[in-house]
């Protein structure tokens, strides 16, 4: 609940900057659709319930679906897919794409399930939600999230076409993003290393901006080692940065003088490297480093370690890592925050133009059509988060506005005349 309490806030109080009024502030915090089921599956031979949910926020679109990562973890909460949806939405408008937010899950470790079991469940689910018509390409489109990858989606994908395929023709593809790439598999280069790579685009932006020297800016320590984090350090190590520490959920490595770019290509896990080894806890709190970027899971950073981080810049690779207290210790102490929903909005732009590929979608001049080179995409990825980036800090800094209260209102301006329209407030 407190996650979701944590966005309601921040979104009501971008809200009142904008003076929306208290019925457009109901809207913003309502939502289309909660909906959870029990998946009836079968793991390690016994048959069991799975508490499976998603959900929709409000959106602007009549016409466009709403977007979001589908998660496999044990501990799916409906009040945190209620917050990650709100994000999603802010992110979307906040990039300007034409979708609404969303987010779902199924409480289960894919690390303990084969992989026969996993595609069952995969299944499952898209039968369940196809049954309540709540999958489509200008239904509901999904993504990888935490605990699921390519491979799945690609499964969600070819469960909707053979149950769809014979009532309708559609563009089955479109139904999902974040497939894999390569012949009848209809996925876009460069979706798997998006945000990573966009994590990178926005801090250079933000500290040019900022007049800060990237020079100045050079040791990070990153809590996260999965898509997003491991990605990131591949990026920045290439880039010349010092990646001197790095977590996963089995605790985190240190070393002082640093990973080198081959070494972080060549492993899965943070601890496989040789390094000393240190806690999640003692990485956030780690003295000798500029740049903590968080690509874990939610709430991290709380009031209880904000006074202890040292770094100078956070640079959110995870969705909703830093609870409002600890923004708060984190202002006064002139740490610099760039948000979620700016920093790590990479994978959702790519995401929105294999949608636009897969579905035929050729309105938006913004999506590389006639190309299938990572480089090509990752740019036109570039170019819309660096705009972005540009209006939060310009919006920031001629209100005063923390990056992340800024990056809030801007997205919630880009939507309020349309949701003004559609709903007669």
């Given amino acids: 609940m407190r996650n979701l309490e944590n966005i309601l806030g921040r979104v009501r109080k971008s809200a009142e900057l904008l003076e929306l009024g208290d019925k457009l502030i109901e809207i913003l915090t309502s939502f289309k659709c909660i909906w959870s089921c029990d998946l009836p599956v079968k793991i390690r031979g016994k048959q069991q319930l799975i508490p499976a949910v ?88 999904p993504a990888p999230d935490v605990g699921t990858n390519p491979e799945i989606m690609n499964w969600i994908r070819q469960r909707f076409a053979q149950r769809r395929r014979t009532r309708e023709t559609a563009q089955f593809a479109g139904v999902v993003t974040g497939k894999p790439v390569g012949y009848g598999r209809d996925g876009i280069p460069g979706r798997e290393q998006a945000t990573g790579y966009g994590l990178i685009e926005v801090l250079e932006i933000v500290l040019r901006l900022k007049r800060i020297s990237p020079d100045n800016m050079k040791r990070v320590a990153i809590m996260g080692f999965g898509n997003v984090g491991a990605n990131a350090a591949r990026f920045l190590a290439q880039k010349g940065y010092e990646i001197i520490a790095l977590g996963d959920v089995d605790g985190a490595v240190y070393r002082r003088d640093g990973f080198d770019p081959d070494e972080l290509s060549r492993v899965k896990t943070p601890h496989e490297l040789k390094a000393a080894k240190i806690t999640n806890h003692e990485l956030l709190e780690l003295f000798d480093i500029d740049i903590l970027l968080p690509a874990a899971l939610e709430n991290v950073i709380t009031e209880e370690n904000a006074l202890h981080v040292k770094a100078k810049i956070i640079l959110e690779g995870a969705n909703g890592p830093t609870t409002p207290e600890a923004d708060e210790i984190l202002e006064s102490r002139e740490i610099l925050v760039i948000p979620d929903i700016l920093a790590n909005a990479g994978g959702v732009t790519v995401s929105f133009f294999e949608w636009a590929r897969n579905t035929g979608y050729a309105k938006d001049p913004r999506v590389p059509f006639n190309t299938e080179y990572d480089k090509s995409i990752l740019t036109a990825m570039s170019d819309i988060l660096k705009k972005a980036a540009v209006e939060v800090f310009e919006y920031s800094s001629k209100h005063q506005l923390s990056l992340r209260q800024a990056a809030y209102t801007v997205a919630i301006k880009h939507v309020a005349s349309l949701l003004r329209d559609k709903y007669l407030v």
């Fill in 54 to 141: 998603r959900v929709w926020h409000r959106s602007p679109h009549n016409d466009k679906p709403t977007k979001g990562g589908i998660r496999f973890h044990p501990n799916i909460k409906l009040t945190d897919m209620q917050a990650h949806a709100i994000e999603m939405s802010l992110k979307n408008w906040l990039m300007e794409l034409p979708f609404g937010g969303a987010k779902g899950g199924v409480a289960i470790d894919p690390g303990r399930c084969s992989k026969s079991e996993l595609k069952a469940i995969t299944e499952k689910l898209v039968d369940e939600l196809d049954e309540r018509n709540m999958i489509g390409p200008y239904l509901d489109v």
